[in-house]
């Protein structure tokens, strides 16, 4: 019964080859999901250098122990140079946590350095990991109190580095969107130009069916079925084709945007379905699922516009 | 029924427009039979166009089953268009569909359910005396076949208003004698029917109301 239904004439099988399409929709959509992928990657890591152990300023404190300087400006004056800074950071509001390393943290930092010297009774620094609110930046007060308190106190702002590293971070990301949005419209150029080949193919039965009576919404509507459904299939495709691509890629990424606890162990996760997909962000994921009725839906309006200016041509 | 009020067509360009009709008016009612005379270029198939609203007017007011063509959105067109049987002198079948689907193809279009459809194709098939042939593509009939399953189709639906475009060309004097009482009949049952031809012998045989035209002018309308 449905096959007799479109005995119409309009032969959209051959009008509208259910090759040519697919492929090239599928192609677009791979192409949209790593620029998505760069994108989400982007984020991730933008996300972990302004929120997340790029954020810190350190805050050495040479000779701690010995007497704070006696002009300093605390209200209880405090006994050592590292007392008296560690106050001063303690009732700064911009400072959201202070921790001072500790011997050990200290020397397993250094440990590349003092085993090259050999030697093992340098005098360190305090070092104080100083963790700032995101929107907040301590100001020049900051560094000439601590220095009135303990002379030779040194503030290293790794937040310049890390915001440096975000702004590339989200330059990377307006490529990946300019580069999903060009995919777009090739995309759009790409149906439009097969569905106007169609039109041009079947334009004598096309001229006929409207002669009887055919709106132009059922001839739009059965053009647009076509090919929204073979754009919905090239982008499953490509979907599919895309996501080892994405698995992998996640993979070599998790270090960098992963917790050091959440990290995958290789191996274990390309036996496991769910571990496997863990591996992608969520919201790379939502995107790529979302990519195949993106392109149906996106195929779908393009042929509607497309066959209904075509249309305009008949009386 | 159709009334035309001062209607002129021209085609082609804005620059290279070619005046095919000039200031023609008529009042068809409905049930009417007409032949539509004149020689070749008198501008025939262009009036036919506009009642099939295949062709717009340039100028001028047309109004057909009561509907003011020139004001109307292309859905009421396309309704219109539903209620206007043609007949084409190039027959116009589509090569790949076969003389069923051909003919089945406005009651497809108008949504009918297949068991109609099947039945009301076999019965004006057989009337036009082709019922064997429902699977052959038209490429494999004769031209007199083929015009026969152009006029199957035209008037499967039993249109309101039909237009013919010499129906009778690739017809012997048995078959067009056969189908010129069928469209006297449909018209007794309230077609508006016009027949275009330049066959004076037929026109003579089958007398008529009659519209001539030459140049693209109305020379006569008789009553």
Same mark, same amino acid.
């Given at each position: 019964?449905?096959?007799?239904r479109y005995?119409?004439?309009l032969? #959209?099988?051959?009008?509208?080859? &259910? ?9 677009m959509?791979? *192409? +949209? $999901? =790593? /620029? ?8 991730a890591?933008?996300?972990?250098w ?7 300023t350190t ?6 122990d ?38 050990a943290e ?18 360190l620094?305090?070092?104080?990991e ?8 301590p ?6 109190? #601590?220095?009135?308190?303990?002379p &030779? ?11 440096? *590293? +975000? $702004? =590339? /971070? ?23 130009a097969?569905?106007?080949?169609g ?6 039965a096309i ?31 490509g979907?599919?084709?895309a996501?080892p ?15 050091t ?12 379905p ?5 591996? #992608?962000p969520h ?7 979302a990519l ?13 516009l ?10 | ?21 000039s ?15 004149g ?10 166009s506009i009642?099939a ?5 340039s ?17 009421a067109?396309?309704?219109l268009?539903?209620?206007i049987g043609a007949?084409?002198?190039d027959?116009?079948?589509?090569p790949d ?7 089945a ?6 949504h009918r ?12 098939m ?8 429902l ?7 004769s ?7 152009a006029?199957?189709r ?14 009778t060309n ?6 067009a004698a ?6 006297h009949?449909l ?31 109305l020379?006569?309308d008789?009553?």
């Amino acid at each position: 019964m449905a096959r007799q239904r479109y005995h119409d004439g309009l032969a #959209l099988h051959q009008a509208l080859p &259910g090759r040519f399409l697919p492929f090239l929709v599928g192609a677009m959509t791979f *192409l +949209a $999901a =790593l /620029a998505l992928a760069g994108g989400i990657a982007a984020h991730a890591l933008s996300q972990r250098w302004t929120h997340g152990a790029g954020a810190v300023t350190t805050v050495q404190v040479p000779n701690p122990d010995d007497p704070a300087a006696a002009n300093a400006g605390g209200a209880s004056p405090a006994a050592t140079r590292i007392h008296a800074v560690q106050d001063i950071l303690a009732t700064t509001p911009a400072i959201t946590a202070a921790h001072r390393l500790t011997d050990a943290e200290l020397r397993a930092l250094l440990a590349p350095w003092i085993e090259q010297t050999g030697d093992g009774s340098l005098p360190l620094p305090a070092v104080i990991e100083v963790h700032i609110a995101p929107t907040r930046n301590p100001d020049n007060a900051l560094l000439a109190r #601590l220095q009135a308190s303990a002379p &030779g106190t040194m503030v290293e702002h790794d937040s310049v580095w890390s915001d440096r *590293l +975000a $702004a =590339l /971070a989200g330059s990377l990301q307006a490529c990946a969107l300019l580069a999903v949005l060009i995919v777009m419209t090739v995309a759009v150029c790409v149906v439009m130009a097969a569905t106007r080949a169609g039109l041009q193919t079947r334009r004598q039965a096309i001229a006929l069916i409207h002669s009887l009576g055919a709106t132009d919404g059922y001839i739009s509507g059965r053009f647009s079925s076509r090919v929204g459904l073979l754009a919905l299939g090239g982008g499953l495709c490509g979907g599919v084709l895309a996501l080892p691509m994405l698995l992998a890629m996640s993979h070599l990424a998790a270090p960098f945007t992963a917790t050091t606890d959440t990290l995958p162990t290789m191996g274990m996760e390309w036996r496991n379905p769910r571990m496997l997909l863990d591996l #992608l962000p969520h919201a790379l994921l939502w995107m790529l699922l979302a990519l195949p009725p993106a392109a149906g839906l996106t195929g779908w309006i393009t042929t509607q516009l497309t066959v209904r200016a075509w249309l305009r041509r008949l009386p | 029924m159709f009334r035309l009020h001062d209607v002129s067509y021209a085609y082609g360009g804005s620059r290279t427009a070619q005046a095919a009709l000039s200031h023609i008016s008529l009042d068809v009612p409905q049930g009417e039979f007409r032949w539509l005379l004149g020689p070749s270029g008198a501008g025939k198939s262009s009036l036919l166009s506009i009642l099939a609203l295949e062709a717009q007017a340039s100028a001028g007011m047309v109004e057909i089953l009561g509907v003011p063509v020139m004001q109307a959105r292309r859905g009421a067109l396309a309704r219109l268009r539903r209620r206007i049987g043609a007949v084409y002198q190039d027959f116009r079948l589509l090569p790949d569909l076969n003389v069923f689907d051909n003919v089945a193809l406005p009651l497809r279009l108008q949504h009918r359910a297949e068991a109609e459809i099947s039945h009301e194709v076999h019965a004006i098939m057989k009337w036009v005396g082709l019922e064997t042939r429902l699977d052959a593509l038209p490429p494999q009939l004769s031209g007199g076949e083929q015009q026969r399953v152009a006029i199957a189709r035209a008037v499967i639906y039993r249109p309101a208003l039909l237009v013919a475009d010499e129906p009778t060309n690739a017809l012997d004097d048995r078959q067009a004698a056969r189908l010129l009482a069928m469209f006297h009949r449909l018209a007794e049952l309230g077609t508006t029917i016009v027949v275009a031809t330049h066959n004076d012998s037929i026109v003579r045989k089958y007398p008529a109301p009659a519209i001539e035209l030459a140049h693209g002018h109305l020379v006569r309308d008789y009553r």
